[in-house]
């Protein structure tokens, strides 16, 4: 069962230069969301996906743009990365809605940029 | 704007009982979450308290009061595997797009010998 698989799980950027992190889920789930979490930090919201068409912004959602590109993938992308955007990234998927609080989280994708 | 709080760091010893709470302050609040992270891992889910009262899985419990806006986790018969950080996330209620959720900084539990 591969449940959510992120792409790629380590990558190096130079400032300036543009990447798309890839997220796929294999459970069916309605909604899709974009997590950073930086050093001894919680997880920060960057952008989330209700269901196949829609996307809306989260908390930090400057710098990145989404696409949801069908029920199972939604991708996160860096038009211009800067050294701020150097962290580690989660997807996530839950059912509809989230009813029961569960989100389910890929490994997470550790982003440097110099 | 939302915001959550829950303290830094807690200690204890194996077999004991710990308690880490969460306060929040947010709108359009449905339900409170706790998800457990091992060294950087992928965060995985504890438990969801979507009314007030106790929720019981196993060693672990969570608790929510909507009317004072804290919420805890309960971990009972501390093993040493149980060291890990722990996060309170809210689940916000956003008209027709289903909700989203918004995470604490988390608390960093040590399980000493």
């Known amino acids: 069962n591969a449940g959510v698989t992120q792409t790629p799980k380590f990558q190096v950027l130079k400032t300036g230069q543009s990447m798309t992190l890839q997220c796929a889920q294999d459970?069916?789930?309605?909604?899709m969301y974009w997590y950073r979490q930086d050093p001894g930090m919680g997880l920060r919201l960057i952008y989330y996906s209700a269901s196949e068409g829609t996307t809306d912004k989260g908390e930090v959602p400057n710098g990145y743009n989404v696409s949801r590109l069908n029920k199972r993938e939604f991708s996160l992308r860096l038009e211009s990365a800067a050294p701020s955007q150097t962290s580690v990234y989660f997807c996530?998927?839950?059912?509809?809605?989230?009813?029961?609080?569960?989100?389910?989280f890929g490994e997470g994708s550790r982003l440097t940029v110099l | 704007g939302q915001s959550l709080e829950q303290p830094s760091e807690v200690t204890a010893v194996e077999g004991a009982i710990v308690q880490i709470n969460c306060t929040y302050q947010?709108?359009?609040?449905?339900?409170l979450s706790w998800y457990q992270q091992h060294d950087g891992g992928a965060p995985t889910f504890l438990s969801y308290n979507g009314l007030d009262g106790l929720e019981e899985t196993g060693r672990f419990s969570s608790f929510l009061s909507r009317s004072d806006s804290y919420g805890y986790l309960l971990l009972q018969e501390l093993q040493m595997k149980d060291s890990a950080s722990y996060f309170c996330a809210v689940r916000l209620l956003i008209y027709n797009q289903g909700g989203k959720l918004i995470f604490g900084q988390g608390t960093e539990l040590s399980v000493k010998p």
């Open positions: 996530a998927s839950s059912e509809a809605g989230g009813t029961t609080g569960e989100l389910f």
């Open positions: 459970m069916n789930h309605n909604s």
């Open positions: 947010t709108s359009g609040f449905y339900g």
